[in-house]
């Protein structure tokens, strides 16, 4: 009886990252899985849908072509809830030890239903040193079954005796046109809002995907970007005001960070247009005040602003009075009075 001979196929639950798709199928072709690898790239880019894409094709259960996408490991990994997948994320603000000896135990164990014991750990470069040193010693004496997946924004926060035992998967920002494509073709997103989250992505398909299912991103986004709009055309007081209120939503940092984050890319965009850059502007849809801004105040007043808000957005985890903070930022801001977009 001849075996039938199983293929691993590159038709992942991921969008783009081809070369990244390949490589790992490749070395499931060739039967040389390593026992680690570090998944590199910014925010959103796809690292946990990579992995765990990957994580389908180590254990499907198919034997024609691996993954399959359809059988009961792909779906119970797809859903995260496969005994023998697991993903291990910072509980707090850093992954700690005390995690890293959890997994150590599950992973001296052998695999329930699966081939691999596999581990996700996310956001690893932001483990704490400890917990990265124990996690070295999993590394130097792996089990055959085992097959840990890091995830990080860069290696350069990783021990380097763990970066030297992973093979390092980095995933490169993708240009708008693919990502406004896969949005369009793939999840249904009409032609200009897939543009907008396609240029609002800054290359990341992951968190276009997120956008795009979930309203509230973009919501919020516009919020702060009015704000801000609104701030411009607004004397002294009506700016502290705008400063109070975003202090008093902001139970967590999250939220600021997210507006100065915002607040940064509008300013760039406003010296794109500024110097007539041939670079798209990110925030297509404000184009109506970013003109305006661009003809009606100086370079010096954009790059003030912009300064402002970068410093602001460091000053923010060292335990300042954030109100404050936010005030001190409203008065380094231009003063024009914005003329609303015309509807439609
Ligand atoms: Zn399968």
Redesign the pocket.
Known sequence: MVAKSITYNTDWAVSGHAWAVNHLARSLSHDRVRHAYLITGPAGIGKTTLARAFA?ALN???DET??????????LIAHDSHADVQIVQATGTTLKIDQVRDLQHTLSLRPVEGRYRVVILRRFDEATPQAMDALLKTLEEPAPYVVLLLTADSGDGLLATIRSRCQPVHLRLLPASTIRRTLETQFDVKGEQAALLAQLSAGRMGWAIRAAADESLLAQRTELLTLLEQAISQSRIGRFALAESLSKDSKDKELLHTALSLWQGYWRDVLLVMHSATTPITNRDHRHAIDQLAVGIGVEDVQRALTATQRTDRYLDENTNVRLALEVLMLDLPRMHLIPAPPG
């Open positions: 389908q499907c259960l198919s691996r993954p399959c996408g359809k059988c009961r490991a792909c779906t």
